[in-house]
């Protein structure tokens, strides 16, 4: 396959450089202004660190656990049978791995039930195509509808039309995602998928039907979440892969009128309970305050959650296992958190905000997450009080000989940190080169063959520096003002 191709194309070019850009180590801090005095850290501070990147980079157990999650696992949509093996799983190997103050937090999380999903094209060319639901969608009546297809090329453009033109019939959203390497792409286009139903439901349509917010040229539709608004009817929902968007798109071109046949068993069950996993790697000064790592445990039940976050999980519990094997001893606690339910509305990230008192959030000094795929890192953004950019820049500087640049420092730190970051912790956002990403993202595509165990390493390299060097420090980070969140 192209896409899978030019993939390994680049993961080589990627490892071809990094050995030769370790020689020589890591350069020295760079100058400081007025705002931190002080050295951003110590000649020794930074040779652990670079031996801990170094170390990373000959091989770790990251691979190993994204295999056991996918293998052992598999996929774990929030409160499926699936999520709660995932947490039974999580609780295991972090001990096993060595962990301390191994727990579980209770979490309530929506329970959404796929089911079928079948989307024809019955006029003027009658073609099944390859479709699924949107998360959260609900399902038609037992026999299906049926009706005309309006094709518009954005969820701008729907919003823009009359009722009389919506009315009745099934909305086409034909909106592609461009390829990137940050999340622009995806950015830009999730909006068709996330309320395209709320705006075609609002113009009366029956149905809406979207291209995949995918990159992604086979035949895979991508699922994702869905807003619902409780003043508009909630309307049923799919994405069609893009070779099947191409398809009712040539059909529509015919400019004969073109008919869609729909029937969907999606349908909502009761909440219930699923879990955050926490686990830590103890700092030699409980005092000290917190580094939190995170990723989610859930996945969408298509694939086997590889990528998505399976690979995330592997990356933040393999950087916090590295410090400790390694005997680096930081001051501050490495808490690795499992968030539940990411996928769904973020239920354990915001579960995990709610529950600190003012003492325990002031002892979160710094957060990072891993959600967007395995790797390689490739940018260092930050969102930090700017007083501690020296040290940022100093941290970067150990990350550089990775193939890693510095970014900006807008960084929100990702979905399950948002949270966190709004009541003014500040995040170290590494980012993940998402060229490949969004071909397998949310689809039954989401395997351990796409992971790469010596990108995945790089990735974990990354993380377990700017982990550790945001433990070492006497100084924590301040808060993040209102103005840069
Ligand atoms: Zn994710």
New binding site residues.
């Given amino acids: 396959m192209p896409n899978r191709l030019s993939a390994c194309t680049l993961n080589l070019a990627i490892l071809v450089l990094v050995p030769a850009l370790l020689l020589p180590p890591a350069a020295p801090a760079q100058p400081v202004p007025a705002a931190e005095a002080a050295p951003a850290f110590t000649d020794a501070q930074l040779t652990a660190a670079a031996r801990l990147r170094d170390r990373a980079l000959s091989g770790t157990g990251a691979y190993d656990i994204v295999a056991s999650l996918t293998t052992e696992i598999g996929p774990r949509l929030a409160g499926s049978e699936g999520d709660r093996a995932a947490v039974a799983w999580a609780l295991t190997r972090l001990n096993d791995l060595g962990f301390v103050n191994v727990r579980t937090q209770n979490v309530m999380v929506p329970r959404w039930v796929r089911g079928s999903t079948y989307v024809a094209i019955t006029n003027p060319w009658p073609q099944p195509l390859v479709a699924t639901a949107l998360g959260g969608s609900v399902g038609t009546s037992e026999e299906g509808l049926e009706a005309d297809v309006l094709q518009v090329p954005s969820l701008e453009a729907l919003k823009k039309l009359n009722r009389s033109t919506v009315e009745g019939r099934i909305v086409f959203i034909n909106q592609g995602m461009k390829r990137t390497r940050d999340i622009s792409g995806y950015a830009a286009a999730v909006g068709a998928r996330t309320e395209g139903a709320i705006a075609a439901a609002t113009l009366g349509a029956v149905a809406v039907v979207v291209r995949s917010i995918s990159t992604s040229s086979n035949r895979v539709p991508h699922t994702g979440t869905m807003s619902s608004d409780p003043n508009v009817p909630r309307i049923p929902a799919a994405a069609l892969s893009n070779p099947d968007a191409d398809m009712l798109e040539r059909q529509l071109a015919s400019g004969q009128q073109v008919t869609l046949r729909l029937r969907l068993t999606a349908r909502e069950l009761p909440p219930t309970r699923s879990a955050n996993v926490i686990g830590e790697i103890p700092g030699t000064d409980p005092d000290a305050g917190i580094v939190l790592l995170g990723a989610?445990l859930d996945?969408w039940d298509l694939g086997t959650g590889a990528l998505?976050?399976g690979a995330?999980v592997a990356i933040v519990i393999e950087a916090a296992r590295l410090v400790r094997e390694m005997k680096l001893s930081p001051k501050r606690t490495l808490r690795v958190v499992l968030f539940a339910n990411?996928?769904f509305g973020l239920s354990g990230a915001r579960a995990y905000a709610a529950k600190l008192d003012k003492d325990e959030l002031a002892r979160h000094v710094m957060a990072m997450e891993a959600?967007?795929g395995a790797g390689p890192v490739w940018r260092f953004d930050t969102g930090v009080p700017q007083a501690t950019l020296p040290r940022m820049k100093a941290i970067a500087d150990v990350l550089q000989p990775l193939g890693i640049e510095r970014g900006n420092n807008d960084s929100h730190g990702g979905?399950d940190l948002r949270p966190l970051h709004a009541l003014g912790v500040p995040v170290m956002g590494l980012q993940l080169d998402a060229s490949q990403y969004f071909d397998v993202h949310h689809t039954a595509n989401d395997t351990l063959d796409k992971i790469d165990p010596k990108i995945l390493d790089q990735t974990v390299a990354a993380y377990a520096v700017a982990a550790y060097l945001a433990a070492v420090k006497d100084e924590d980070f301040g808060r993040v003002e209102t103005a840069e969140r």
């Fill in positions: 989610h996945s998505d976050d995330g990411e996928e959600d967007l979905a």
